[in-house]
């Protein structure tokens, strides 16, 4: 079984610049989430998809966008970046919709903007 | 929405002694209670969980106890060991929700 990999592992952008942000899931799995982490902080919602369709978001602006494929592998796109954007990005993979279903995380995506 | 709280932020125990880190929810819908540990460079992993209708859950040196009536969930680690050290997350999730909310996280350390 093929756990949730996450791509590319750093990455360092400048201010306003946009960014992409790749996972697939763990195999079997249908729902992607994704999660912003600051450092020493807790991990924050994002948004969920779900069978290729945003399935709710968390406090973030429109500027966080996302996509799932039909493979449910998942982008997170990030345009006119700011500062307190950098942050470790985690997605994680659950096998249905909502949430009473355990979710693994992948490794995260560091992103720095200077 | 719900807020997690997660306390302490740090903790250091001998080798062999126990642990236990503590969680507050303010929302009486949530149902669902993960504990995550999170070693350096890498994402969180599941180590245990427990939902509204158990009031405690073991699995070998970790345990979870749910009080309900107070809102609050505790993660028990027993004979401690330096590999346990990590930074460990609480976090809730509301019945019919598609989010967790994840506390501030405690640092656990070890010591040999």
């Known amino acids: 079984e093929t756990g949730v990999t996450q791509s590319p592992t750093h990455l360092i952008k400048t201010r306003g610049q946009q960014v992409t942000l790749r996972c697939s899931s763990q195999?079997?799995?249908?729902?992607v989430s994704w999660y912003q982490q600051a450092l020493g902080q807790g991990p924050q919602f994002i948004f969920q998809y779900y069978r290729e369709e945003e399935n709710g978001r968390g406090n973030f602006p429109p500027r966080f966008s996302g996509l799932q494929f039909p493979n449910y592998s998942s982008e997170l796109n990030v345009n006119a970046l700011e500062l307190d954007d950098s942050a470790l990005y985690l997605c994680?993979?659950?096998?249905?919709?909502?949430?009473?279903?355990?979710?693994?995380f992948g490794p995260g995506t560091r992103l720095t903007v200077l | 929405g719900e807020n997690v709280e997660q306390h302490p932020s740090t903790l250091s125990v001998q080798e062999g002694d126990s642990a236990v880190i503590k969680c507050t929810y303010s929302?009486?819908?949530?149902?669902?209670f993960p504990w995550y540990k999170q070693e350096l460079g890498k994402g969180p992993q599941l180590i245990i969980d427990i939902r509204s209708n158990v009031g405690e859950k073991k699995d070998q040196r970790i345990a979870v106890t749910l009080n309900k009536t107070a809102k609050h969930f505790s993660l028990h680690i027993t004979e401690t060991q330096p590999e346990d050290s990590a930074v460990y997350f609480c976090a809730a999730s509301i019945r019919g929700g598609n989010q967790f909310y994840f506390g501030t996280g405690t640092s656990l350390t070890v010591i040999p």
């Open positions: 994680a993979s659950s096998s249905s919709g909502g949430i009473d279903n355990e979710q693994f």
């Open positions: 195999s079997g799995h249908n729902t």
């Open positions: 929302d009486s819908a949530s149902n669902y």
